[in-house]
């Protein structure tokens, strides 16, 4: 085997196990367990609770029903996501391979794979593994539709339905879907308008197709895109910190993650750049386009859609200009290039690496939390969940069963849960997430004047989301 293919094995390799370490390594997260219990409940109840509280489509949940049935293990759905994650990296590969070289298409794959947030992101059962697989195959066909001229008719068809049902998936998977299609339709509007025709009329399709969505999706609306109160009043900043949240997660910044993201906009703003020379006239440069039109819309509409995994495309966005500027680079100044890459490789290698083997920066414990309520609690125990959103993920460890729980799912009134906090001579507090649903801290408040500690367990990590605090009160 040749030094070449070596590195290349290597690279797949690496990327391939931190993947795996990722995706079935990590706790189940809260989201996932609820996307689990949700695809358990009749359709009825499925749909109104996606309408009410969900705020997304039901293509996924509707994809899971059929495999509840099977009693099937949490890894064989991380499973299907690590399969998906691994068909995008091929597919961003592919696309950049066809609109530049191979080469930049190895780079980009690679990078991709070894950006934090879609490691960490795509290994989830939840939309955003799925929703990236679609975007990214509906790239890949619009490509092949528009860089080979020798496609007989019948195979040219065939891949505009192939190209249509992605939009479609991408629609009824996740919302963020009308931001990548839209991005394709301006791109072949100002840049190949032999396909703008077509593209709009499969676009048109779609839309009649989902229009049995559009009441649910108007009641959502109403309240969906503002659960990340971190970022109102600071929609500038959230714009500003973007590239380190959409690459890294950096949604609360110290010193050090601000210097991150000033090297990130400098990589991705000199990246873009050398992609606008190098091919200008491709779809690679609107790859991130769905990020921009987000936020956008975020400002226009007031909502606070700056979080992490809203931008998902940006990160791969940026993985595949990065292929295209050092593949630019290996053509005109290989010395630089070489330089380039090692310092590049070797920093998302490390970025990487900590993020994936250090434990701070995985989910909640809820393994862990599960194990302290089995063997501390007794019967007559009343298990307070501030907030409720740990429900599902302690049912799934079989945490809670037989015990009363008194679960917190928005602002609670003093007089509704005092009197259960009173009734129990033991409560177990669980706070995970607390201030966007208990920002007054009733429940802690009221149980610390009328009980006495007796027991606190406290489990932290990096990111202050997946901080649960653990304590028992008694009379």
């Known amino acids: 085997m040749n030094a070449s293919r070596l590195f290349v094995t290597a690279s797949i390799a690496l990327l391939v196990a931190l993947r795996a370490v990722e995706t079935f390594g990590r706790p189940l997260q809260v989201d996932e367990a609820y996307t689990l219990w949700y695809a358990h409940l009749p359709l009825h109840d499925m749909f109104v609770r996606l309408a009410m509280r969900d705020v997304h489509p039901p293509l996924l949940f509707l994809l899971l029903r059929p495999l509840d049935g099977l009693a099937l293990g949490d890894g064989v759905y991380r499973a299907i996501a690590f399969a998906l994650s691994l068909a995008s990296l091929w597919l961003l590969f592919a696309i950049v391979r066809m609109w530049f070289d191979a080469r930049a298409g190895f780079i980009a794959a690679v990078c991709a794979g070894l950006i934090p947030n879609l490691i960490f992101y795509d290994s989830w059962i939840r939309m955003y593994a799925l929703f990236d697989f679609e975007a990214l195959l509906s790239v890949w066909l619009l490509s092949v539709l528009l860089t080979r001229a020798d496609l007989s008719a019948n195979l040219r068809c065939a891949l505009w339905l192939g190209w249509t049902i992605c939009v479609a998936a991408q629609w009824y998977t996740d919302y963020l879907g009308f931001m990548s299609v839209a991005a394709q339709l301006v791109f072949v509007a100002f840049v190949r308008r032999d396909a703008f025709a077509r593209a709009l009329a499969g676009t048109a399709v779609v ?203 928005g602002p609670p009134r003093a007089n509704d849960v005092n009197g259960h906090l009173d009734a129990a001579r033991r409560v177990f507090y669980v706070g995970f997430q607390t201030p966007p649903v208990d920002p007054e801290q009733i429940v802690y408040d009221h149980l610390s004047r009328t009980k006495r500690p007796v027991a606190v367990w406290q489990f932290t990590r990096t990111l202050p989301e997946e901080h649960v605090l653990v304590e028992l009160f008694a009379r």
């Open 207 to 409: 839309a009649i197709a989902w229009l049995p969505q559009l009441p649910v999706f108007a009641q959502q609306t109403r309240f969906g895109g503002t659960a990340f109160e971190v970022f109102r009043g600071r929609e500038g900043l959230a714009v500003t910190l973007l590239p380190g949240n959409a690459i890294i997660g950096n949604m609360h910044p110290s010193a050090g993650e601000l210097a991150q993201d000033a090297i990130l906009w400098f990589w991705l703003v000199a990246a873009f750049a050398v992609t606008l020379v190098a091919a200008g006239r491709s779809i690679l440069p609107w790859l991130a386009a769905p990020s921009a039109l987000l936020v956008v819309f975020s400002l226009a509409s007031h909502k606070l859609l700056y979080a992490d995994r809203y931008h998902l495309l940006l990160a791969y966005g940026f993985a595949a200009w990065t292929g295209v500027a050092l593949s630019y680079a290996w053509r005109r100044v290989p010395s630089v290039a070489v330089t380039a890459t090692a310092v590049a490789g070797a920093a998302l290698i490390a970025l990487a690496a900590v993020h994936v083997l250090d434990p701070d920066f995985t989910t909640a414990p809820w393994p862990a939390v599960a194990a302290i309520l089995r063997s501390q609690t007794h019967p007559g125990d009343l298990l307070a969940l501030d907030q409720g959103n740990s429900l599902w993920v302690l049912q799934r460890e079989h945490a809670i069963d037989d015990r009363a729980v008194l679960a917190v799912f």
